[in-house]
């Protein structure tokens, strides 16, 4: 591999050049042969040469990028403004990776970094434009609805091309290895019809409703009415499009409407499906207590949440990508933690399942759309937010393949005082 120093600029605008190349460095970082290539503008190479996935540094802005910001919100960034590349497939490139959340580096190896990348430190480029700049206080009702407006404001189009026509923004339920998307997400609506227990003529409240995959399935197979709200105005438009074509504006609203402002209440059934997220830890008591309060004695409610599989880890990580780019003010937890705040407001939980591998399939297939449709994406959303998706979506497969983040379905009923939930003797909820 190519050994030349790294050229960096000096206060007094002269060029030094500094005794490690790029290679040298990313070698200390990722070791000496990781099944990847990496290639620096530099002239440098390290790791693999010519290994099927290719990281491409093409300019001094990326390395300012590492060193103001080390670690994962410093890749993302060079990533996101076009700094760094990948060549070849974007998973495949963060899990052969994965080992490097494990490297130790020796004191004398990060003294010999710190002293590289010092100079780089001091010249911090501009933030892209995707990062997010959230302001007023965390779960605020404004800053919920700006921060939502964030992520799934951005272009029905986009989001048709990756989610693909059922629209669905969370976990499919795989029924067979060989399952397409769309026939995995239909299960996964009817599977929370099942665990609802849904009835004709029942009311359901389908919180966080997104493009009212959900509300759509619920009406037309179940018989039931509806009321779905999200904070995101394009999907409360989309979904009332989608509901009057079906159809079923007589029985289903879609609203663009915050859940703390829902007047009706008596509710048969309460869908939460991928909001928990959203919606902070400090916050729980006060929304299961209001779940609480909208069903019916013997009602039932589904959480379909990701969960942190870390139950000692007791801080959330508020400035990495994920965070900044993708969902502003997320939180999340282990699944214990969720149940315990269910049961604190006295919802007795019935039935709990993990779906963490079928999330790494649901990501799968959703990074082959985005991959499909690529030049199409890059010229609707844009590169940096086509970036953001691309880099997001690996990384959550990734996560969830390793048992890092997992998805969680609890089932609950508010138990009357009598000690009725409502629930059969033994509940089956195969078809």
């Known amino acids: 591999m190519c050994r030349r120093g790294l050229e960096t600029e000096r206060a007094d605008g002269r060029t030094k050049v500094n005794a490690m190349s790029i290679a040298d460095m990313v070698s200390l970082v990722v070791g ?3 099944d990847v290539e990496f290639v620096a503008y530099d002239g440098s190479r390290a790791g693999r040469l010519g290994a099927d996935v290719r990281m491409e540094i093409r300019n001094p802005r990326a390395m300012h990028y590492f060193a103001s910001s080390p670690g994962q919100l410093g890749l993302a960034r060079a990533y996101v403004s076009g700094d760094v590349d990948a060549d070849g497939d974007m998973y495949t490139f963060l899990n052969r990776l994965w080992h490097i959340r494990n490297v130790r580096l020796s004191n004398a190896q990060k003294l010999t970094l710190a002293r590289e990348l010092a100079p780089l430190a001091l010249k911090r480029p501009p933030l892209p434009p995707e990062e997010a700049k959230p302001s007023g206080p965390v779960h605020s009702l404004m800053r919920d609805a ?3 407006s964030h992520h799934y404001d951005v272009s029905n189009t986009f989001y048709e091309w ?3 026509p059922s629209m669905a ?3 499919a339920v795989y029924p067979t290895l060989d399952a397409t998307l769309e026939q995995a997400q239909e299960e996964k609506f009817d599977l929370v019809c099942r665990k609802l227990g849904l009835e004709p003529g029942m009311r359901v409240l389908d919180i966080g409703c997104g493009w009212a995959g959900f509300s759509l399935h619920a009406a037309q197979h179940y ?9 995101s105005q394009q999907q409360a438009e989309y979904g009332q499009r989608r509901i009057a074509a079906a159809g079923l504006s ?3 609203q879609i609203r663009f409407q915050d859940y703390r402002d829902v007047p009706e209440s008596g509710f048969d059934a309460i869908a939460s499906i991928g909001l928990t997220e959203h919606i902070g830890e400090k916050n729980y008591a006060s929304y299961f207590e209001l779940i609480r309060n909208k069903l019916r004695d013997g009602g039932r409610l589904l959480n379909h949440c ?3 599989s870390d139950v000692n880890q007791r801080t959330q990580t508020m400035n990495g990508f994920i965070n900044r780019y993708v969902f502003p003010d997320g939180e999340l ?3 214990s933690r969720l149940i315990r705040s269910m049961e604190d407001q006295q919802l007795e939980v019935q039935h709990e399942e993990n779906l963490r591998v079928h999330y790494a399939m649901t990501l799968r297939d959703w990074s082959n759309n985005l991959d499909a449709h690529w030049e199409d994406a890059l010229a609707e959303v844009g590169p940096g937010k086509a970036r953001v998706w691309r880099l997001y979506m690996a990384a959550s497969r990734v996560g969830f393949e390793r048992n890092m983040i997992q998805l969680h379905q609890v089932l609950a009923t508010k138990t009357d005082g009598d000690g009725v939930s409502g629930m059969p003797l033994r509940p089956d909820f195969s078809k």
């Open 223 to 231: 018989g039931v009415s509806t009321i779905g709200v999200t904070l």
């Open 146 to 148: 700006r921060v939502i």
């Open 250 to 252: 007589d029985r289903v």
């Open 333 to 335: 937890v282990p699944v």
């Open 162 to 164: 990756v989610l693909g």
């Open 169 to 171: 923004y969370t976990c």
């Open 32 to 34: 000496d042969d990781p």
């Open 306 to 308: 990701i969960t942190r």
